[in-house]
């Protein structure tokens, strides 16, 4: 028998505001498949505000809530039965984060949690990597952010350890990350990868998923150190303009997708790894995943 639900997940980042659509496909006998359904990605940049003045401006506390809105509508359209709203490093960060929290909800009736870093780690850590990892090798998964990196090491199959870094894209335009931060992640990379042997990064993030799909591999395939040092130096010698209008990249993308690449480039060479894998999964998948083994550990409670 063949049982069909619908899950929203909602990532306020610090970037963009995101809504995933999934279908969750139960069957007897065999394992669930989550499947994507609908994403949408609007470019509000909470954290150009916050990490420059600390709080989240009016103009963009009216524009989170008409994009909620719009998202309520959305979810009741796809017919989605349950929904979790994350906010992440912008939102925690902001003075005002929990009145704008509170505003979402009188206006829009959409509850957010306003997350931590290490949940937020935890969280995209728990999407099932199986099907894109080898269960016999090492890997330090990378997830890029506009405000935080989370660094998750995993070992044939199992986190090991998990860690959330105030390094992100928009903190980077803006010059604000501490040299000292910089060193503490090196560090705490080293001394979590030097025990094995060899070791792959995985990435997740807008930004490498956008390199792959330009770097014409097929799914599954890694990108090399060496075509990734090879597409940041490209791309620096473009001026933000030309790589708008030249490689055809998103305005909201054209400028953050440099500091990216300098954080996964990083972490390769820390870590010493030779090649990225790009499975196209992040918090959003995450979020869909909790929902579903939180209900099913309530079903067996009741």
Known sequence: MLNIKKYAAIDIGSNAVRLLISNIIEEQGKPTKFKKSSLVRVP?????DVFVKQKISKQ???RMVDTMLAFKLLMKSHKVEM???????AMREASNGSQVVKQILEKSDIKIDIIGGE???AIIAATDLNSYIDNNKTYLYV?????????????????????????GTVRLLNDIVKKETW??????????????DKIALIGSGGNINKIFKVSGK??????????LTSYYNMLQTYSYEERISELDLNQDRADVIIPATRIYLSAMKWSGAKDIYVPKIGLSDGIIKSIYYETISSKKLD
């Open 44 to 48: 509000i940049r909470l954290g150009a």
């Open 60 to 62: 963009n506390t009216e």
């Open 83 to 89: 929904y979790k709203a994350c906010a992440t490093s």
């Open 119 to 121: 949940e937020e780690a």
């Open 143 to 167: 997830d890029v952010g506009g405000g935080s990196t989370e660094f998750t090491v995993i070992d044939r199959g199992e986190t090991v350890v998990s860690k959330s870094f105030k390094i």
């Open 183 to 196: 060193k503490e992640l090196e560090e705490w990379i080293k001394l979590h990868t030097n025990a094995y």
């Open 218 to 227: 097929s799914l599954g395939k890694p990108l090399t150190f060496f075509y």
